[in-house]
């Protein structure tokens, strides 16, 4: 059948709204405000405000996968052990969060962590240490986890629920104490899991903007703040274009890592 | 002792995500214009919701958008996954490879670049370029849900229905497309998620007077959020969780549960 | 997923209920007018008097910074009919050719209600009164929190004591951070020296570790929250979080300040030039304007509406109306140029990646 004709309006599409943006942006990042060539707006990730600005990303951002990573896999095995009638249910507890706006819930911090916020109020109560996060790189990690964890638990929970149960017990019988087994047998088989996780968080975490400006006061630069006035600001097209050329670099590192893991081409989201 | 420790574990984790709902909840109740004071017990944002015509027009923005893009999408993406299918390996790959381009990328790019996009073609921003913008990105999500069904599926069933005298349309709306929709339903339900809660992608291609609640949300977070945004987003949550429980507690159907 | 699927077309079932029949977007009977305007700088009220009056359908967008709106005006991209900038950015641009003359005869309320003094303050960027409706105007100062700072405050330089450490609110824009720093060092304001430049980002990365953050709008509700000791807030702000803190008060530092005026100016592109004559006649009416000032409570240029003002306390306050004659130092920003404004940004960028 006319089984090609069917690519033309998606080929179409993806050139259009893919391909040629993506060219628009290289496109302005190597010229200058005349349309010259140039590699200055590249080379400005090396002046000390845009090299700290990408450094703290990517610092903050692997923290923050870090963690997701900790807290993640063990919920996941924990959900994965509860097979109740309803763990469907179980789980979409832990994604019903994410059906509420993510500034809003990202606002929420704020009334949470303020000085004289929520949880000041109650370690008062209490006569305890106030805690003082808030405006802080700490409370922009802490947004980052809160945000991206989902993106964390469910491909390992996909993962786990996927791993057959005949293995797990052929390595008890073989003699494999709980602690082996998990090393030997779990956790190798979940590494695409963990890495599709890794990858879905340390992206947005990294290019943020949002986070680090709702909860850092504005006192936090990172890489994806510097882009976003330089578009919506200080009107510098290509200065932004050539530095978020510098950051699609990372983000083909992790395409690349992705794809080397996750030949089936499955995305587990949901 | 193993069992409490993951109960207590499970229950910190839950604070941790439901903490700030819990927050949003009780602002919506907040007789105080602003989030800093308590001013007493109210249902006003609640009747003030309806009459705010801005948050309604977003709310009726957001839905539109995801309803229409997630719609447009499932439809581009389903028809490309049939074309995918039957590509030669080489081809497959690089579309397969352009078609993960907008999922892995940074959303900021993204945006930025579907604005320079529509900036040079002198498109007026407006409900157009979000719901192009939306569709773009939402496309790969309908296609890595349906390709996996695509290659489930036995091409010979489709072919002894050609053999049997079906037309092609036919032979697919009644073999093939039966398969797939699972496939794709999950993966329009993606979609339409993925176009609910994005923010980044919309604020770069939004234009003059049209705002999701996102983009409202965001303007607002500067200036303090309006109490209606905490009533409505209030009662969305609560929505979603009573229909929660009630689906979980109708009878299950048997296909459903060996997959998901 | 099927039943997540039901669910969600449920939840979506509910929603269009909800929103009943919040998606007709019809053009009013008698055209659109697009406005772009500050943030929470208007009474909503107003605007539908305004369409059920004309018949003309107000379609409202908001920004938080010139800054931001300058690029979306700039670029095309979206068409406005109405815009209120600031008064550098008006002469920006004016300079840049993005705006038109206006008509004054379509406009007899701007004429008659608006103080003749402030159409002369606006002479500094706009030198003939061609191109702008003075809206609203005011100073910009430190607003203090009584119960957490007990000596008298008179100058800017408190925002570089370290008493106040993690306490301090600064503006998050570039002009406004660098006026204070300025002020402060007793340049001016519009300087484009060097040296000054220099001696001001230096006074503000000095001042980095002491900001507890970096605000627009936010400065209200955290001064009336109670979160930080000082903040530096524009004068109209002043009297709103007054009322909601009596805690606070306002004042305008020795070294001096800026003054400044926001006015309504229609964009040389715009599509509905007589809507927008209309638009901005009908915020000049007296009660119009009296409506706008008790709601957002910036001071007012229309002096119909002054004397409208009921309550006597507002009417002669130092806040809302200064004697500006008995304060030294005051100027109004001006436009730097495409080369000072990208000095200042670069400047600005090398202070904010200070702060952390």
């Not at chain 1, 979940?190 to 903007?209: D, E, K, R, Y």
């Not at chain 2, 329009?188 to 176009?195: E, N």
């Amino acid at each position: 059948m006319n089984k090609k004709l069917l690519s033309v309006p998606y080929l179409f599409w993806s050139a259009l709204f893919i391909i040629i943006p993506l060219c628009m942006v290289f496109y302005y990042g190597l010229t200058d405000k005349n349309g010259a060539f140039t590699l200055s707006n590249i080379a400005a990730i090396a002046t000390p405000e845009h090299s700290k600005a990408l450094w703290s990303a990517i610092r903050l951002s692997l923290i923050s996968t870090v963690i997701c990573l900790l807290l993640a896999y063990p919920l996941a095995m924990i959900l994965n052990g509860m097979k109740t009638g309803h763990d469907s249910l179980t789980v979409l507890i832990f994604i019903l969060p994410m059906w509420m706006n993510f500034l809003l819930r990202t606002m929420a911090w704020q009334t949470l962590l303020e000085k004289t916020g929520v949880i000041n109020g109650i370690l008062s109560f209490f006569h305890l240490q106030n805690l003082s996060i808030i405006n802080t790189p700490n409370a922009v990690i802490l947004g980052m986890v809160y945000n991206f964890l989902p993106f964390m638990v469910l491909p390992i929970y996909n993962v786990l629920t996927k791993i057959d149960q005949s293995v797990i017990n052929a390595a008890r019988d073989l003699g494999a104490n709980e602690v082996q087994t998990f090393l030997k047998v779990i956790l190798p088989l979940s590494i695409p899991g963990m890495v599709s996780g890794i990858t879905m968080v340390f992206v947005p975490a990294l290019t943020t903007f949002v986070i680090s400006n709702i909860l850092g006061g504005g006192k936090i630069l990172l890489i994806g703040n510097v882009i976003e006035q330089e578009f919506t600001q200080t009107n510098n097209w290509n200065l932004g274009s050539g530095l978020s050329i510098v950051l699609m670099l990372f983000i083909i590192f992790n395409m690349v890592i992705s794809a080397v893991t996750d030949k089936e081409g499955e995305v587990n989201v949901l | 002792m193993r069992n409490a420790a993951k109960k207590i574990y499970l229950a910190l984790i839950f604070l941790f995500l439901y903490a700030p709902i819990a927050a949003l909840i009780v602002l919506s109740f907040n007789n105080s214009k602003t989030r800093a004071k308590w001013g007493g017990f109210t249902l006003k944002w609640y009747q003030e919701l309806f009459k705010n015509e801005s948050i309604m027009q977003a709310l009726w923005n957001t839905l539109a958008i995801a309803i229409i893009s997630a719609t447009a999408a499932t439809v581009i993406g389903t028809i490309a996954s049939i074309s995918i299918q039957s590509m030669k390996k080489r081809t497959r790959a690089i579309v397969m490879g352009i078609t993960n381009i907008p999922m892995l990328n940074a959303e900021i790019v993204t945006g930025i670049s579907l604005m320079l996009l529509f900036i040079s073609l002198k498109m007026r921003f407006g409900f157009t370029t979000i719901l192009l913008s939306h569709i773009t990105f939402n496309i790969p999500y309908v296609i890595l849900n349906v390709m996996p069904r695509m290659r489930q599926l036995n091409p010979s069933i489709y072919e002894s229905a050609l053999d049997l005298g079906a037309s092609p349309l036919q032979a697919f709306f009644k073999v093939t497309f039966p398969d797939l929709l699972p496939g794709i339903l999950s993966g329009f339900l993606m979609a339409f998620t993925m176009s609910l809660d994005d923010f980044i992608i919309t604020h770069f291609t939004k234009g003059a007077g049209i705002h999701t609640l996102s983009t409202k949300i965001y303007t607002e977070v500067r200036k303090g959020i309006k109490p209606e945004m905490y009533s409505l987003s209030t009662m969305i949550f609560v929505a979603v969780i009573f229909l929660l429980i009630l689906v979980n507690y109708t009878p299950r159907d048997k296909k459903d549960m060996h997959k998901s | 997923m099927k039943k997540l699927f039901v669910m969600l077309t449920c939840v979506l079932l509910a929603g269009s209920v909800l929103t009943g029949c919040g998606g007709d977007s019809s053009v009013g009977e008698n055209g659109e007018v697009f406005v772009y305007n500050w943030g929470e700088y208007i009474d909503e009220e107003t605007i539908e008097m305004f369409e059920k009056e004309t018949g003309i359908d107000v379609i409202y967008d908001e920004y938080e910074t010139n800054e931001i709106m300058y690029p979306r005006v700039a670029a095309g991209a979206s068409t406005y009919d109405v815009i209120c900038p600031s008064d550098y950015m008006i002469q920006k641009m004016i300079d840049n050719d993005l705006l038109q003359e206006l008509n004054f005869d379509h406009m007899p309320n701007a004429l008659a209600n608006i103080g003749s003094q402030y159409y002369e303050q606006a002479r500094g960027f706009d030198p003939e009164n061609r191109y702008c409706v003075p809206y609203c105007w005011g100073t910009v100062g430190i607003l203090y929190n009584t119960s957490m700072v007990d000596e008298p405050v008179t100058s800017w330089s408190i925002l570089w004591d370290e008493k106040y450490d993690d306490n301090i609110l600064m503006q998050d824009s570039v002009r406004d951070a660098f006026m204070v720093a300025l002020k402060l060092n007793g340049y001016s304001m519009n300087t484009l020296d060097r040296d000054e430049l220099e001696t001001a980002k230096n006074s503000l990365i000095e001042q980095a570790p002491l900001v507890q953050a970096l605000v627009i709008d936010q400065v209200r509700d955290k001064m009336i929250g109670g979160e930080a000791a000082l903040g530096v807030i524009y004068s109209g702000e002043a009297i709103y979080t007054q009322r909601e803190n009596p805690n606070l008060e306002y004042v305008i530092p020795e070294e001096g300040t800026n003054v400044w005026i926001d006015g309504w100016v229609i964009p040389k592109n715009a599509a509905n030039v007589e809507n927008a004559e209309k638009f901005i006649d009908f915020m000049c009416r007296g009660d119009i304007a009296l409506m706008n000032f008790e709601y957002i409570t910036y001071s007012t240029p229309n002096v119909a509406a002054q004397a409208l003002i009921e309550d006597e306390d507002i009417r002669n306050s130092e806040i809302a109306f200064p004697d500006l004659s008995q304060y030294q130092n005051l100027e109004t920003f001006i436009y730097l140029g495409e080369d000072g404004d990208a000095l200042y940004n670069q400047l600005w960028k090398e202070v904010k990646s200070a702060y952390e």
